[in-house]
């Protein structure tokens, strides 16, 4: 499960579509959409540099001026809807 630990890894079965305030990702084998605001949409670009949650939360909070910990926990709650969705794979 997702947890500041494991690195993670897109899912090559999804797509993702970037809208004005955020994205919609499709993952082809289940055809389920999910809709990422405009944070889980840089969290999703940011896992195109590193696979690390504590790294993606790391760089997050510099890009928005909050702390480490409270990054963290945002990008370890999105890691697991978009695991338990088939999105990412650990």
Known sequence: M???GPD???NP??????????????????RYYFN????????????????HPVAIAEKLACEYDVT??????SVVSLMRDLEKEGLIIF
Do not use: F, P
Request: proline share 0%.
């Open 68 to 73: 480490v910990e409270r990054s963290t926990a």
């Open 36 to 51: 990422l605001n405009e944070t889980g949409l840089r969290i999703w670009q940011i896992m195109d540099e590193c696979q």
């Open 8 to 10: 993670m890894k897109k």
């Open 13 to 30: 079965s999804v797509v993702c579509t970037e809208l004005d305030e955020g994205a919609v990702l499709l993952n082809l084998d289940t």
């Open 2 to 4: 997702a947890n500041a």
